[in-house]
C-alpha cells in the first residue's frame, strides 16, 4: 500500500525523519532550509495528507484549501496562532501542538532576556567589544535590581507558572493578570490589569496570542507602568502595540524592554535597532538543543498516531 505523504516545510533533526520514514513518503526542507512563503506552501501542499509545519508557517485558509487531501497537521511550537483553527475545524482536519516540553527551557530564556535587559548586557558588551572601554567607573552601565523588587507576570499558563517559580530564588514579589484567575501558585498574587501594569518593576508577557489578546498592550497600558519598569515579551509580538512600545521606549516612559518576538517577524520596526535600551533576540526562548529536539519528536509521534489510527498525544481542541 502506497504511504501517505508527508510535507515538512523546514529542516527537522535526523531521529525524527528515521521515525517517521518508514511510514510517510516525506518532502521535506532538509536541504535548503529556507523560510516558507504563502506561495511555495500552496504549491507544494497540493498532495499532501499530513504537514508538519513550524511557528513560522503561516497556513491560512488559502493553504489549507490547496491541500484537498490533508487530514492532519502537526505544528512543532505550542502556539498555533499561525494556524487557521477554523479552516481545519470545517475540514475535519487534526491539529496537534508541543505544550509541555518547552515550558522549563521557555521560563530559563524569559529569566535570561529580563536580566540582559535589566542589567544592560548587550549594550555593555557592544561598548566592550567596540574598543571603548577606558576603565571602570562607578555610574558605568549602572542597570536595575531583580532582587527584592516586583515582578509582573501577564498570563499564567505553564510557563507563567515556571517563571514565577524562578523569582524565589531572587527575592521577588510577584503578581499575575490572566483572563481566568489561575490557581495561587509560587506565592504570586492576582491583581487586575491595571495593577499589574503599575506596580510591576519587571513585566514579563507570556499570554498566548489570539484575537481577544491582540495589541493587548498598548500606549494607554504602557503610560500606567513605571518610568523605571523593564518589559519583557517572550510570547508573541501582536500582543504588544510594537509602535506603542517604540514611542514609550524613545520617551523614556519605560526604561527598557526585552524582545524575542515582533509583530512581523522577522521583519521589525527599524526605530528599535537605533535604541540602547532594548535587547534583541530572534524568537529563541525555545531554543535549547534538547528542547527544540523534544519539539521535534513530539510533533512526529502526533503525526505517527494519527497514521496509525492512535489519538493524538497532544491535541489542540479544536
Ligand atoms: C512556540 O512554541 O510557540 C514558540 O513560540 C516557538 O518555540
Avoid at 92 to 101: A, E, K, Q, R, Y
Avoid at 160 to 180: D, E, Q
Avoid at 213 to 221: E, G, I, M, P, S
Wanted: proline share 4%; aromatic share 6%; glycine share 8%.
Amino acid at each position: 500500500m502506497a504511504k501517505p505523504h508527508l510535507l515538512i516545510t523546514r529542516r527537522v533533526y535526523p531521529e525524527a525523519i528515521e521515525a517517521l520514514s518508514p511510514h510517510f513518503e516525506i518532502t521535506d526542507n532538509q536541504a535548503n532550509d529556507t523560510p516558507t512563503t504563502k506561495e511555495g506552501l500552496v504549491a507544494a501542499i497540493g498532495q499532501a495528507d499530513y504537514l508538519f509545519c513550524t511557528v513560522a508557517d503561516k497556513i491560512d485558509a488559502d493553504v489549507i484549501a490547496a491541500a484537498p487531501r490533508l487530514k492532519m497537521i502537526a505544528t512543532g511550537a505550542v502556539g498555533f496562532n499561525n494556524i487557521d483553527v477554523q479552516a481545519c475545524k470545517a475540514r475535519g482536519i487534526g491539529l496537534s501542538n508541543t505544550p509541555d516540553v518547552l515550558t522549563e527551557t521557555t521560563a530559563d530564556f524569559g529569566w535570561a532576556l529580563l536580566m540582559a535587559t535589566a542589567r544592560r548586557i548587550s549594550e555593555s558588551e557592544r561598548y566592550v567589544r567596540d574598543g571603548q572601554w577606558k576603565g571602570w567607573a562607578f555610574d558605568q552601565f549602572t542597570g536595575v535590581d531583580l532582587h527584592g523588587t516586583t515582578l509582573g507576570i501577564l498570563g499564567m499558563g505553564r510557563i507563567g507558572g515556571a517563571i514565577a517559580r524562578r523569582a524565589s530564588g531572587f527575592n521577588m514579589k510577584v503578581i499575575y493578570h490572566n483572563r481566568s484567575k489561575a490557581q495561587q501558585e509560587y506565592g504570586a498574587q492576582y491583581v487586575d490589569k491595571a495593577q499589574l501594569l503599575s506596580q510591576s518593576d519587571h513585566l514579563m508577557i507570556v499570554v498566548p496570542y489570539s484575537p481577544a489578546t491582540h495589541h493587548l498592550v498598548t500606549a494607554a497600558d504602557l503610560a500606567q507602568m513605571k518610568p523605571t519598569a523593564t518589559l519583557v515579551n517572550i510570547a508573541r509580538g501582536g500582543v504588544v502595540n510594537d509602535v506603542d512600545l517604540l514611542q514609550a521606549l524613545e520617551k523614556k516612559q519605560i526604561r527598557a524592554a526585552g524582545l524575542d518576538v515582533f509583530e512581523n517577524e522577522p521583519a521589525l520596526n527599524p526605530g528599535f535597532l537605533k535604541l540602547d535600551n532594548v535587547v534583541l533576540t530572534p524568537h529563541i526562548a525555545s531554543s535549547s538543543r534538547a528542547t527544540r529536539g523534544r519539539m521535534v519528536m513530539l510533533a512526529a509521534e502526533n503525526l505517527l498516531a494519527h497514521v496509525q489510527g492512535q489519538p493524538l498525544k497532544t491535541p489542540v481542541a479544536i
